[in-house]
């Protein structure tokens, strides 16, 4: 019994020393690879695979919300067959990144799990993921080995006997799940499956919750949320031409959130810009293709096409994604900005860009608002880009 105590003693001892603002960024990590379909990778060897298994469990049932995408969440030493296969044809150091390196992709995660943190394969395979592009997650033992430094972020169970290690490390992931479990809606869905074709009601339901059917105190200039995007989806159904369609959503969007300025642009298969718009003052004009296209190479859009996931900027000031002007160097001033891909069938077919004069002027629920509406839109400005009758 006093082996036993002195156990939960210096486990408890090991759990008040983990470093809850890491904690805080992996399920941050992860919540934003859900959001955007990006795969999650999980490994180790003996106990820690069973632990990695356990994660992808619980990742891939536990974590799903009505509103939320499904994690895509891969176990590497689920399959005893590939497993084994690339152990004895290439060694077992190779047998974890062998497999990887088949399905990884920039911006996946791979989270590894090691006491030591010096396990041949699981470095062989974070060595790979870091190359590739992908977020790294570690959970290493006490002293953290290679892991601990190679790894995006890692946290080192604090304790010295291995059994102890193992316990926080599965107690971590039981904890990571409840918090991806428990993510207020209000967050935004910066991209949807590509066969899933938006249901307006329950996307904006989604991403408000059910108040925004009675919303309380002044009115918005277009109505709702939800009458909103449902005002854009009657106008998209009276087989507008593409231009048409797109000034209307520039305008109705600029007046809804109160920026002064944005850009609406639509590409083709290759990334090129076909046709845009920019507002400026509040008023929408055509845009020249040539400074459409220097902006989705430049700025804010081109890392949201290249990235494919949504931005606020906060300040255009101090964020390296912003084009920033003559006049915006001279006056020092920053404003706020979003931007979010148009994205079908897998593939960005526009960005929509807002700018507002004041810094830290937009919110997550001005941006779940412009998410709303660029789905809404996606599909029918891909079938117009390519002749197909609505």
């Not at 008040?16 to 490994?43: K, S, T, Y």
């Not at 994205?343 to 004041?358: A, E, M, S, Y």
Request: glycine content about 8%; proline content about 4%.
């Amino acid at each position: 019994m006093e082996r036993i105590e002195q156990y939960l003693s210096e486990m408890k001892n090991a759990i008040d020393r983990v470093p809850m603002d890491r904690f805080d960024q992996i399920v941050d990590i992860l919540h934003q690879a859900r959001l955007n379909g990006q795969q999650v990778f999980i490994m180790g060897n003996g106990g820690s695979a069973s632990t990695a298994s356990h994660f992808v469990c619980d990742l891939a049932k536990n974590t799903r919300n009505y509103g939320w995408p499904n994690f895509r969440a891969i176990g590497l030493t689920d399959n005893v067959a590939i497993l084994t296969a690339y152990a004895n044809d290439e060694g077992y150091e190779n047998a974890l990144a062998g497999q990887l390196a088949n399905l990884v992709r920039p911006n996946d995660v791979v989270v590894a799990i090691s006491c030591s943190g010096n396990s041949p394969n699981v470095i062989k395979a974070v060595e790979l993921a870091n190359q590739s592009g992908a977020t790294t997650i570690g959970l290493t033992g006490r002293k953290g080995g290679k892991l601990a430094a190679m790894s995006t972020i890692n946290i080192s169970a604090q304790a010295d006997a291995i059994q102890q290690q193992e316990d926080i490390h599965l107690m971590l992931c039981h904890m990571i799940t409840v918090a991806l479990n428990e993510m207020p809606m209000v967050e935004v869905i910066t991209r949807r499956p590509a066969y899933a074709e938006p249901n307006t009601l329950a996307l904006i339901k989604s991403l408000f919750g059910k108040d925004v059917f009675e919303e309380p105190g002044e009115p918005a200039p277009h109505g709702t949320p939800v009458e909103m995007v449902q005002k854009i989806s009657r106008e998209m159904a009276q087989n507008l031409d593409l231009h048409e369609m797109l000034t209307y959503v520039l305008q109705m969007t600029l007046d809804s959130v109160g920026a002064s300025s944005g850009s609406i642009m639509v590409l083709n298969d290759l990334g090129e810009v076909i046709d845009g718009l920019l507002a400026y003052a509040g008023k929408v004009n055509t845009g020249s293709l040539d400074r459409m296209e220097e902006i989705k190479k430049q700025g804010l859009a081109g890392w949201v096409v290249e990235n494919r996931q949504a931005a606020l900027v906060k300040s255009t000031r101090d964020d390296p994604r912003w084009l920033r002007r003559e006049f915006e160097e001279s006056t020092g001033e920053s404003r706020s900005a979003l931007s979010v891909p148009l994205i079908t069938q897998d593939r960005v077919v526009g960005v929509v860009t807002l700018v507002h004069p004041k810094a830290g002027w937009f919110t997550m629920e001005d941006l779940a608002l412009l998410t709303a509406i660029t789905i809404t839109i996606s599909y029918s400005v891909s079938a117009r880009n390519n002749g197909v009758p609505q």
